[in-house]
C-alpha cells in the first residue's frame, strides 16, 4: 500500500503547487481520492495510469476536491476506456457531472456509476477480495467525509524448504496451505499448519481526514491505523479561523493522531498565508512523534 500526493493545498491552485488529490496505490489497483483542478497534469506528470483507477472517493463538494473531476472522466472517453468507473461522493456530484456532459454534448462509452454517500453515521460503501472502504463523518462547512481504507489479511506464504521434505504434499494442496489448512497424510497423520506456511505481512491500513474542524470523536474510527493524513489548513496562532471556518490546525491534527495512537501522520491542505509549511510539522510534532508534510509526487509507503 502506498499514498502518492498529487495536490495537498487548500482553495487555489498556484503555479507550483496544487489543490486536493491523491492516489492510493493497492497491489496492482490505484484508488484516487479527492480530485481537485490539475489532478489530470498531476497524472500524467507522475506516470500514473488513467485506466488503473476504478475507484474515485470524493469527500465534498469544494472546488477544490472535485474540479478536475469532470475533465478526467472526459479523457476516459477520449483514450477508449471501456472498463467501469464507481464515483463515491455526496449527493449532488452525479447531477453536476450528467449536466456537464448534457451542456458539452459528452457521450460517455463506459459504465459509469455514482454512489451517492448522505450517512451521517459511519458506513462500509465497498468491499472487495483485498480490501474494505468505509466512509469517517467528517465536520465542515458542507456535508464531508473522510474514508478509512483497509486490507484484507493475505494468505500465509508457503515455506517451500519444509514442504519439499514431505514428497506427500503435491502442488493440488498448496492453495489450501496458503489458506491455514492443515495436511492431512494418507495414513492420517496431520501436519499443523504452522509447520509448513509462514504468517504473511499484517494487513495495513490508510485514513483520509478531508476538510473538518476539530473532531475527536473520529478517534475510535482511527484506532491504530498505519498512516493517517489529516488536514491541517492552519497553525495554531490561528486556532479561532480555523474553527469559523471549520477547519483544523496542525496542533489539533496532531492531538487526533496521538489520540488514536496511528503509527504515521501525513498533514496537508495548507493555506497560502504560510510561506513556510515546516512550521506545521515543527507545531505537529511537539505533541506526535512520526509527522510528515505532504508534497506534490511526494510518495508515502504504508
Known sequence: MKLHILGCHSATPRSTVFPSSQILEIGNELLLIDAGEGMQIQLRKYKHKFNKIKHIFISHLHGDHFYGLVGYLSTLRLIGREKEVHIYAPIGLKDIIRLQFKITQTDINYPLYFHELSASISEQILDTDK???????????????????????????????????????ETWAYHHLKQGKDFVCDDGTVIPNQQLTLPPPPPKSYAYCSDTVYKPDIVPLLKDVDLLYHEATFLDQHKDLAAKTKHSTAKQAAQIARAAQVKHLVLGHFSSRYPDESLFAKEASHIFDNVSIAKEGKCFEV
Open 131 to 169: 480490501f474494505s472502504v468505509t466512509t469517517i463523518p467528517l465536520e465542515h462547512r458542507i456535508y464531508t467525509n473522510g474514508f478509512l481504507i483497509k486490507e484484507k489479511p493475505a494468505l500465509r506464504k508457503l515455506n517451500i524448504q519444509v514442504v519439499k521434505q514431505f514428497p506427500e504434499i
